[in-house]
């Protein structure tokens, strides 16, 4: 196909973060045509033609995201959440550390169909090297007059303002991101106001993810219906999966929807180390339920594997062998959440932190089956029970694990030791 | 139990819920927290507050709402048309059980020496909804400093915070302050002071009743009484015009505390430190208890009541018969309640028939109802308002908080300027505003009235602070020269200051003085050399002072926590005072001894003083103060003045 891959297609090309070179390979073409094609309200449509969900993690649809602004509500602001910190997530470090031109064209195409003078590009804190990055092609953008007044002769105004995090997983929450942003404690806000009514300084907001963003010079430069074409019907385009785990080629792939889980697995990862058999894998990062081996020949499609009880989430795609103990993962993760915890809400706050403490007594060998009980009672009472969620997520993988893995649970309770570990130590002796 | 939405009823504004199976409607834009209450149906709750908005933060208040995926925080969610609201089903009681759980997951748990045991909605929400065992395992809680003083009056425990936000709330949304803040996060998250120094403000003194919890203290409080040994007395707080309405708590016959009584009209649930930390000097023993002759020259003997009495009549009576009775001045004070200034007023004019009456040392020029026109509540609705001077503020300090309210809800303009503005610059600075409150000090009612003449546009109203708890109800009551009660209109006399100083000289010969009158003591040489050259010194006074030190004839009086009676506050809002002690000495009410006064030199139609009896002549005789009744606005129509 020569359409794909897509965002990734010249990440090959010497110095690609260059914008002479990005150009070179037909950069910021897209921005031009949309200057030249579009008006803000049929790249609006255009947008919600070519049926591209967010790719932060919910999955929302873009174009429908924008059309929640309120019209006539100015100024605008739009916010590009590059706070990518979901474990086993790192798909927008590499678009940017690959391409941040590609990214900047992205944020300008957007803010010009959402009519926003002020773009901000909100980077994790530990993302340094990216931020300079970034900072240095909004520099050259603004030499090259992409970036500033009347762009490209378009009459269209816009500012691109890149702002480092200091480093909290909830502000990749898009109201956090917003608190923070403002100077504030980043914690999520109470919802309504929705960000598109009342988000960054009172006023009208989109945040979109780095992904979904890098996608938008391509949606205008071969339109929506084309966009349309690729994946499924539920998942349009394509995705960017990071891979990590037991397997041997661990890396970022970027993956037609649809294709199933196990061509990504077997063709791009070069399938499982040697020795090593798949035991399970997270298909959405860090927050998502943990699927079998079986689950691998589902497509990569969003409500596909929804329906199989996890998510796509981020794009993290985890793979474990045999040798790994769920509840040796399970107790890393609520460790995890109960490090990141905003403290806003109750159930997340005390919920997270009651939890790891009876993960790490189960993972010890030390819980009793009581518990055990317990520690599935109090992922009941946090999930669906919290502010944002952060709280909720903080659940899932443990529940899930607890669901398909349940005797190894219950071996752990009053063994002494990690059941998992001790069975691997031994066959290693 | 299934339950059936509420059939649509009329579009009035109003929309129908059904919560737990019965129906209510509510205006639109209702919390289902509110609507609930309506019903008489409680939902717990730690964060949020009446006074504060919502955050949504305890998730104590979730509920069950039909087509919601998720429980709903009752206390962030509106109300909609149809809505069906469970509040008692399994779901609801599991999670409410869940969040308590979490709460005590890191709380000390040390209720047995914590103050706040009998009133600390975390006690009391675990008892009554809570699970009765915790489920958790480790002992490892997350520790924090304790007992941290915040200031002279406020101590903070870390430990049992539950992280309400409402402290952060309060500073954020009420005073505009933002001494505290947050720090840290998750479950090492702690609220602190801004960057750890004391706290400044002048209303520090409302945290602890903000606070849900035993987080935040009273360090005057602390460890003084268990909530439940508390005799509480609905009030009002005598420092200043204002007319907060407090609960004035004691045990042991001494005043513990002042709490909060919400009014919205008034104090909006808020208090000033200078008020609420006051109360220690109620409990003084320092007190005038006997009553006491002491004639110019003879021996100083104490009597009883009655005798005293009739030895101020006597003494009074041969004034009058000697040099008339305009050599009689009579002073009230701004710390008696209505009930007795209103006997003293007429005591003058009508018993012993003298025009020198006053309560205060300054005249009081072209008294107009107009200048009280502006109530607490209506700030909120003004566009525009000016504050003229520091002095409103200093002397009604809670008024700073409904300016705060006007500024953050309606987007109010504050002016707050010099004495000397001018007024054509005050009317150009406030053009386009459709409601404008000026607001100024008795000592600039005048430059107020220029001010409000000079606005032209809008609707303008103006607000007079007068000074001492009953400042207001004085004037009301005719406890002023050329003015009787209801503003009629009296034969001149002389002004305070002029009374002490016709004493002074000699044209007056006998002062008849009903105390507490602390502006009076300010008067400095002239009130000495007045008290020394009068004939006669009749005060009835609670406290030793100048003026119970040199009297001729004295009598114990009450003091404002030992008495019934009602108070009039700035805006002529006329509030009841109940006692919180018992009286100190065991002479009749002030109310009495101006009756039996007015019996022995003569009246005849005086009955016999009860508070409660002079109250309903006075509401007879006074139709504005009739209409107020208890906690309305006394409000006077300008022809009424003379």
Not at chain 1, 17 to 29: C, I, L, P, S, W
Not at chain 1, 136 to 161: P, Q
Not at chain 2, 337 to 358: C, K, Q, S, Y
Not at chain 2, 608 to 617: C, F, H, L, Q
Request: aromatic share 6%.
């Amino acid at each position: 196909m020569a359409e794909f891959p897509l965002l990734t297609k010249d990440f090959g090309t010497q110095d690609l973060h260059e914008r002479a070179v990005y150009e070179r390979t037909g950069g910021y073409q897209g921005l031009r045509e949309a200057f030249k094609r579009f008006t803000p309200e049929t790249l609006i449509a255009e947008v919600k033609t070519s049926g591209i969900r967010g790719r932060g993690g919910a999955g929302f649809p873009t174009g429908t995201k924008w059309s929640f602004l309120p019209k006539d509500v100015f100024p605008r602001y739009l916010c590009c959440n590059a706070d990518e910190s979901e474990p086993g997530c790192f798909k927008d470090r590499y678009l940017i550390d690959k391409s941040p031109h590609q990214l900047v064209e992205g944020v300008l195409i957007a803010s010009y169909a959402l009519q926003v003078n002020v773009a901000f590009i909100y980077i994790r804190g530990e993302y340094r090297d990216q931020r300079l990055l970034l900072e240095r092609a909004v520099e050259e953008a603004r030499a090259a007059g992409f970036i500033g007044k009347n762009i490209l002769g378009s009459g269209f105004d816009c500012d691109v303002i890149v702002h480092g995090g200091a480093g909290a997983y909830i502000c990749g929450e898009e109201t956090a991101l917003i608190d923070s942003l403002e100077g504030l404690r980043g914690q999520p806000r109470l919802k309504p106001p929705f960000p598109a009514v009342k988000g960054l300084y009172g006023q009208p907001t989109v945040v979109n993810n780095v992904e979904t963003l890098c996608n938008l010079p391509h949606i205008v430069q071969r339109g929506g219906e084309w966009f349309k074409s690729l994946g499924t019907e539920g998942s349009t385009g394509t995705r960017l999966f990071c891979c990590s785990g037991h397997i041997k080629k661990p890396g970022t792939y970027e993956m037609l929807l649809g294709t199933p889980i196990r061509e990504l697995l077997e063709e791009e990862c070069g399938g499982m180390r040697t020795g090593s058999t798949l035991k399970a894998f997270q298909p959405g990062g860090g927050s998502m339920q943990v699927l079998l081996p079986e689950h691998v020949d589902l497509p990569l499609d969003m409500n596909e594997v929804q329906k199989a009880g996890s998510s796509l989430g981020a794009g993290a795609m985890i793979f474990m062998d045999q040798d790994t103990c769920l509840v040796d993962v399970s107790m890393r993760l609520v460790d995890f959440y109960q490090h990141e915890s905003c403290g806003k809400c109750v159930p997340c706050r005390e919920g997270t932190y009651f939890e790891s403490q009876l993960m790490h007594k189960l993972e010890a060998g030390h819980a009793t089956p009581a518990e055990l009980a317990t520690l599935s009672d109090i992922c009941a009472n946090m999930d669906g029970r919290c502010f944002c969620p952060l709280g909720d997520t903080a659940t899932w993988f443990v529940m899930s694990a607890y669901k398909h893995f349940r005797d190894e649970f219950e071996a752990h309770c009053n063994a002494g030791e990690c059941p998992v570990k001790a069975r691997a130590r031994e066959r290693a002796a | 139990m299934t339950q059936t939405p509420a059939a649509p009823g009329p579009d009035d504004g109003r929309v129908g819920v059904t919560i737990d199976g019965r129906e209510v409607r509510v205006p639109k834009g209702t919390l289902v927290l509110d609507a609930a209450t309506e019903l008489g149906i409680h939902i717990p709750i730690y964060c949020a507050h009446a006074k504060l908005d919502p955050v949504a933060v305890c998730r104590m208040c979730l509920v069950h709402i039909e087509k919601f995926p998720k429980p709903q925080p009752a206390c962030a969610t509106t109300v909609a048309e149809g809505m069906v609201v469970t509040t008692n089903n399994a779901e609801v009681t599991k999670l409410r059980e869940g969040v308590l759980e979490f709460l005590l997951v890191n709380h000390p748990l040390d209720c047995p020496v914590c103050d706040r045991g009998g009133e600390c909605d975390l006690q009391d929400f675990t008892f009554r909804y809570g699970p009765g065992t915790s489920r958790f395992p480790i002992t490892e809680k997350v520790h924090f400093a304790k007992a941290l003083p915040l200031s002279q009056h406020i101590e903070l425990d870390q430990e049992r915070c539950i992280l309400c936000w409402r402290c952060v709330r309060y500073y954020d949304e009420i005073t505009g302050e933002k001494e505290i803040v947050l720090q840290q996060r998750g479950v090492q998250t702690l609220v602190t002071t801004f960057n750890g120094e004391q706290l400044k403000s002048n209303f520090q003194g409302n945290l602890p009743e903000v606070c849900p919890v035993g987080a935040l203290t009273h360090r005057e409080y602390r460890f003084r009484a268990r909530p439940w040994e508390l005799q509480r007395a609905p009030s009002v707080c005598p420092e200043c015009s204002y007319g907060c309405n407090i609960n004035a708590d004691s045990r042991d016959f001494e005043i513990k505390r002042f709490a909060s009584r919400d009014n919205p009209l008034v104090d909006d649930m808020w208090l000033c430190d200078r008020g609420r930390y006051s109360f220690p000097q109620w409990n003084t023993s320092e007190r005038v208890r006997r009553p006491q002759l002491r004639p110019r020259g003879g021996e100083q003997r104490d009597v009883t009541a009655v005798e005293a009495i009739s030895a101020a009549a006597r003494e009074l009576r041969a004034v009058v018969d000697q040099h008339g009775s305009g050599a009689v001045g009579v002073l009230g004070s701004a710390l008696n309640t209505n009930e007795e200034l209103w006997l003293l007023g007429r005591l003058a004019r009508d018993v012993i028939g003298t025009p020198h009456i006053d309560h205060q040392l300054e005249p009081f020029e072209k008294l107009d109802p107009a200048e009280h026109a502006l109530g607490i509540a209506d700030i909120e609705e003004c566009d525009a308002l000016v504050v003229l001077g520091a002095e409103p503020e200093a002397e009604a300090p809670v008024l700073t908080l409904r300016l705060f309210k006007a500024e953050r809800k309606r987007g109010a303009r504050v002016h707050r300027l010099d004495h000397g503005a001018d007024p054509s610059r005050i009317a150009s600075a406030v053009r386009g505003a459709k409601t404008i409150g000026v607001i100024a000090d008795e000592t600039n009612r005048a430059h107020a009235a220029r001010v409000a003449a000079a606005i032209t546009g809008g609707a303008v109203r103006r607000l007079t602070v007068t000074r001492g708890v009953n400042g207001r109800g004085a004037k009301d009551m005719g406890v002023l020269p050329g003015l009787a009660a209801g503003y009629r209109s009296a034969p001149s006399g002389k002004h305070g200051r002029e009374i002490l100083e016709a004493a002074a000289s000699g044209a007056l010969r006998a002062l008849l003085i009903l105390g507490p009158n602390p502006a009076l003591e300010t008067a400095g040489d002239v009130l000495q050399r007045a008290l020394a050259r009068a004939d006669s010194v009749v005060v009835i006074d609670s406290r030793p002072g100048v003026c119970a030190g040199a009297a001729t004839v004295l009598i114990p009086g009450h003091a404002f926590f030992e008495k019934h009676g009602t108070v009039t506050n700035l805006e002529g809002r006329v509030q009841r005072i109940r006692p919180a002690l018992p009286p100190a000495t065991p002479t009749p009410t002030e109310t009495r001894v101006l009756s039996s006064l007015a019996a022995e030199l003569g009246a005849r139609d005086w009955d016999r003083g009860e508070p409660s009896a002079v109250n309903r002549a006075l509401r007879a005789a006074l139709a504005p103060y009739a209409a107020a009744g208890n906690g309305g606005r006394a409000t006077w129509v300008a022809e009424a003045v003379a």
